[in-house]
């Protein structure tokens, strides 16, 4: 087969909404920038491989990059809509990845969606919503040429990772509210504002935990190598990928847990507070029954009631008034009621 035709070493790729970066790498060394036109011709070239970028592009810069890699119109299709269920599809000697994206965002957790088309020579990294610029995973790729020598490979590893230590970034951002909002609930009586801030944090974890646990079967298969020749000394950093995603469904499932307790000991709490408070306006109405239900005796319009006629009649009513709420009072202070 021909080779293709030598391109210049150093061009600078037009910009382009929507276009992050497109370079080009040989041996694990950054070439230059290149157009997308011309990536196929740089992705043929022994050794190299190129790293396309994108972030919420319009379909005419899809199309563009379909028609140098000859990727499946269902995967473009895919990566233009961008509401997919992560998940690993094979369309030829190519791979389609979906990965969902978290972020806090005004303290809640936004989503997003990275595509990402592996196949010989080549990654495309397509980006929607709520994520995390891949910048940062390029220069820390380039930052270590003996590595990224693995290729488009490696690439996808280090995207993976770093999506699912976003995830653990996020559960961590979780974690400290969490907390807070223990010691609060724990702390006073349950307000309206709580129980809402807990249904929201337990429903952002839910979202996290649907939008990582697919991920471990994405990185089975890449690890046992079902999809991609993935050479034997890159599987086990797939296997880490998996376990890394396995500790945030951990952690996950330890907040939920410590959010479903809380909000259980906030509401017993609760319901102890006023049956405190019920005990206590009980013996009070007990302790008032006795003047009340004495006044109305003696409140009655009879003239035939001897006890009107006493001349301590008075003071032996009160005394018995005193006397039996004084008794009363000590009794339920004694059973801890007042």
Same mark, same amino acid.
């Given at each position: 087969?021909?080779?293709?035709?030598?391109?210049?070493?150093?061009?600078?790729?037009?910009?382009?909404?929507?276009?992050?970066?497109?370079?080009?790498?040989?041996?694990?060394?950054?070439?230059?920038?290149?157009?997308?036109?011309?990536?196929?011709?740089?992705?043929?070239?022994?050794?190299?491989?190129?790293?396309?970028?994108?972030?919420?592009?319009?379909?005419?810069?899809?199309?563009?990059?379909?028609?140098?890699?000859?990727?499946?119109?269902?995967?473009?299709?895919?990566?233009?809509?961008?509401?997919?269920?992560?998940?690993?599809?094979?369309?030829?000697?190519?791979?389609?990845?979906?990965?969902?994206?978290?972020?806090?965002?005004?303290?809640?957790?936004?989503?997003?969606?990275?595509?990402?088309?592996?196949?010989?020579?080549?990654?495309?990294?397509?980006?929607?919503?709520?994520?995390?610029?891949?910048?940062?995973?390029?220069?820390?790729?380039?930052?270590?040429?003996?590595?990224?020598?693995?290729?488009?490979?490696?690439?996808?590893?280090?995207?993976?990772?770093?999506?699912?230590?976003?995830?653990?970034?996020?559960?961590?951002?979780?974690?400290?509210?969490?907390?807070?909002?223990?010691?609060?609930?724990?702390? %006073?009586?349950?307000? *309206?504002?709580?129980? =809402? !801030?807990?249904?929201? &944090? +337990?429903?952002? @974890?839910?979202?996290?935990?649907? #939008?990582?646990?697919?991920?471990?079967?994405?990185?089975?298969?890449?690890?046992?190598?079902?999809?991609?020749?993935?050479?034997?000394?890159?599987?086990?950093?797939?296997?880490?990928? %998996?376990?890394?995603? *396995?500790?945030?469904? =951990? !952690?996950?499932?330890? &907040? +939920?847990?410590? @959010?479903?307790?809380?909000?259980? #000991?906030?509401?017993?709490?609760?319901?102890?507070?006023?049956?405190?408070?019920?005990?206590?306006?009980?013996?009070?109405?007990?302790?008032?029954?006795?003047?009340?239900?004495?006044?109305?005796?003696?409140?009655?319009?009879?003239?035939?009631?001897?006890?009107?006629?006493?001349?301590?009649?008075?003071?032996?009513?009160?005394?018995?008034?005193?006397?039996?709420?004084?008794?009363?009072?000590?009794?339920?202070?004694?059973?801890?009621?007042?």
């Amino acid at each position: 087969m021909a080779q293709p035709a030598l391109l210049p070493d150093h061009l600078d790729a037009p910009h382009e909404p929507g276009l992050v970066a497109s370079v080009a790498y040989a041996g694990g060394a950054r070439v230059c920038d290149i157009p997308i036109d011309q990536a196929r011709d740089w992705a043929k070239r022994p050794g190299h491989f190129v790293w396309i970028g994108l972030h919420e592009p319009n379909p005419a810069l899809l199309a563009r990059v379909q028609r140098q890699f000859d990727l499946h119109a269902m995967a473009i299709e895919d990566a233009e809509q961008a509401h997919q269920r992560p998940k690993l599809e094979q369309y030829g000697a190519a791979v389609f990845v979906v990965a969902r994206t978290a972020q806090l965002a005004d303290g809640h957790v936004a989503f997003g969606e990275t595509h990402l088309f592996i196949g010989r020579g080549y990654v495309i990294s397509v980006r929607h919503g709520a994520s995390a610029s891949y910048t940062t995973v390029r220069q820390r790729l380039e930052a270590c040429p003996t590595v990224l020598a693995h290729g488009e490979h490696y690439v996808l590893y280090g995207i993976l990772d770093f999506i699912v230590d976003n995830y653990m970034l996020v559960a961590e951002a979780i974690h400290e509210r969490v907390d807070a909002i223990e010691d609060s609930v724990l702390a %006073t009586n349950v307000r *309206r504002e709580d129980i =809402e !801030e807990v249904y929201s &944090l +337990r429903r952002d @974890l839910l979202r996290l935990r649907n #939008a990582a646990a697919p991920l471990v079967d994405v990185c089975r298969r890449l690890e046992h190598a079902e999809v991609l020749a993935i050479e034997p000394s890159m599987q086990p950093l797939f296997r880490d990928v %998996t376990d890394h995603v *396995r500790r945030v469904e =951990e !952690e996950i499932d330890t &907040l +939920r847990e410590v @959010l479903a307790f809380t909000f259980e #000991a906030s509401i017993m709490w609760s319901q102890a507070e006023q049956n405190t408070t019920m005990r206590r306006l009980a013996a009070w109405a007990a302790i008032l029954a006795v003047p009340t239900a004495i006044a109305g005796i003696y409140g009655m319009n009879f003239e035939q009631m001897p006890e009107l006629k006493w001349e301590y009649g008075y003071f032996i009513v009160l005394g018995t008034i005193a006397l039996l709420c004084g008794g009363l009072f000590t009794l339920f202070r004694r059973y801890d009621w007042l």
